[in-house]
């Protein structure tokens, strides 16, 4: 008898658990959208940041055009010496 | 010559029982699993380091003043805890059964007489007293790890959410598994250690730490032990479980990539979080509190040195204590019976359900979401961040080179985060 008590128990639990597992997250699912939307519409963020992550990446990256890199610098060496030759 | 003897008596080897020498060899073991085998290093070390302490003869490191008076105290103490306690023998077993029978009232003045007779807690059992007994060692773990949590994988796709609470399914089934073997009369265990032996499946140690510290503090070693290990082994017992269940094609799929997140967006999360906690189930507001804490001093960006201590010094300093106490609980008498053994067996069943209805969550909603849902990002639904994660990944290269899931994997992995936590809480809530 006892038993039997702890399997129902138990069997309640699962269903209870489960079902509120599943009721608090689809609610988490709902608000968090609704969340965003409000967000990306009343405080879209200013974003500089991945426009420029993206762009460093694709310049280092192919590495094939060192000679418009190396002409780049001289001109700046250059131009630095002019400026501090006393 | 007296002396002598007095001296060999007094010594480990002559005091030592066969469980402590067993235990002593358990502790052995987990140190070689960490240091050897890799597994879980920042807890088993100290884990095993502790239980090997708690074993030591005579020492008394782990046992409270009380168990220490009945245990080292000589005729008189005895016949004074009796006396206290009501019953006639001054047999230590029959003082440690009425002990654990009386009220807290009786309790603190059994405790006053030990310490009056000079006898005093152990320093592991203090560690335990303050890290786990007060709740808050795990809890401050929890809140390294939200510090350490970036939602914004989950926040570019909310639904795998879902997937999250499917992996829960382990828990509850597995409480299901441990009240069928007692029914059977094969195991003993009530509901409350059945809810605690279920935890494990959530792979989570903080959590399951949290909920036997209250739900069943006598099986505490063995549970810890056995979160740890599986969280260890999920590389090991996942893979098998996911390719029986996915065909080649699907653990093919890409899946497109995860929008841009803002910072306002991580930055109300937390909020979001802790407010629905509160509002449905504050049961779980101790774990799930903390959690959203740690990830909005992470996300809000003005208090960079709290959101750094506590995700690196804190947390360390907390896991170091929290070891340490788990290592306390693994002595002879509590961690050597067929519960045990029960325990080890249920937590693998646990994780293996676990992971299989994530997968098969996955495939259902892949069936009906119109974005595509690899298979394999159900499996991360189990937390265990981010191994869970790797590992869905490493499957997913295994079928087309090009494929990489580990982003897409993180936002079930921390939904299953909160989705152990909120079982956790349903757990405390029903049968606490």
């Known amino acids: 008898m006892a038993s039997s008590d702890l399997v129902t128990e138990g069997v ?16 988490l699912v709902l608000v968090t959208n609704l969340m965003s939307k409000v967000v990306t519409k009343y405080a879209p963020d200013v974003q500089p940041q991945p426009a420029a992550s993206k762009a460093i990446p694709a310049a280092a990256g192919p590495t094939t055009d060192q000679s418009q890199i190396t002409a780049v610098i001289t001109a700046a060496i250059h131009q630095y010496r002019a400026q501090h030759k006393k | 010559m007296d002396k002598l003897l007095n001296l060999f008596v007094s010594s480990g080897i002559y005091q030592i029982q066969w469980g402590q020498a067993v235990m002593i060899a358990v502790g ?53 805890l009796a006396n206290i306690l009501g019953i006639s023998s001054a047999d230590p077993k029959a003082i440690k059964e009425a002990y654990a029978l009386t009220s807290q009232a009786k309790h603190l003045e059994i405790t006053q007489l030990a310490i009056d007779a000079g006898f005093n807690n152990g320093m592991l059992y203090n560690f335990y007293l303050v890290s786990i007994a007060s709740g808050a060692a795990p809890l401050l773990i929890f809140m390294g790890v939200g510090a350490m949590t970036d939602f914004g994988p989950l926040l570019a796709n909310p639904k795998t959410l879902f997937l999250g609470a499917a992996a829960q399914f382990g828990i509850f089934a597995t409480v299901l598994g441990a009240v069928g073997l007692t029914a059977l009369g094969v195991m003993d265990f009530s509901i409350q250690d059945a809810a605690a032996i279920g935890i494990i499946g959530g792979a989570d140690g903080p959590t399951a730490i949290y909920v036997a510290s209250l739900l069943a503090p006598h099986l505490l070693g063995a549970i810890a032990v056995a979160a740890y290990s599986y969280m260890a082994l999920v590389p090991m017992i996942q893979p098998p ?46 774990l799930l509190g903390m959690f959203c804490f740690g990830n909005l001093m992470r996300e809000c960006g003005v208090v960079e040195r709290l959101s750094d201590t506590s995700q690196n010094a804190l947390i360390n300093i907390v896991t170091i204590f929290l070891g340490l106490s788990v290592g306390s609980k693994l002595s002879a008498d509590k961690f050597l019976d067929l519960n045990t053994l029960g325990i080890l067996m249920l937590g693998m069943v646990a994780f293996g359900i676990g992971t299989a209805c994530g997968v098969l969550m996955a495939k259902g909603m892949n069936r009906l979401s119109s974005t595509p849902i690899n298979p394999l990002i159900g499996s991360a639904g189990v937390s265990a961040v981010p191994m869970a994660a790797r590992v869905s990944n490493k499957l997913g290269l295994e079928a087309n080179s090009q494929n990489f899931l580990l982003m897409h994997a993180m936002g079930p992995n921390v939904a299953g985060v909160i989705g152990s936590a909120v079982a956790a809480g349903v757990m405390i809530k029903f049968v606490g």
Request: glycine share 6%; hydrophobic share 60%.
């Open chain 1, 12 to 27: 309640t639990l699962m269903v209870f658990g489960m079902g509120f597992v599943f009721v608090f997250l689809t609610l």
């Open chain 2, 28 to 80: 052995l073991l987990l140190l070689f699993l960490a240091i050897k085998k890799n597994f879980e290093p920042l807890l088993l070390v100290p884990i095993g380091f502790g239980g090997i302490m708690a074993n030591i003869p005579e020492a008394g490191l782990a046992l409270s003043a009380v168990e220490n008076a009945v245990h080292l105290g000589g005729p008189e103490v005895l016949e004074q």
């Open chain 2, 241 to 286: 479980i996911m390719r029986w269940l996915t065909t080649e094609d699907e653990r093919k799929l890409a899946m497109t990539q995860l929008r841009p997140v803002s910072k306002n967006e991580k930055i109300f999360f937390p909020l979001l979080l802790l407010i629905l906690v509160a509002m449905l189930l504050p049961d779980a507001a101790p």
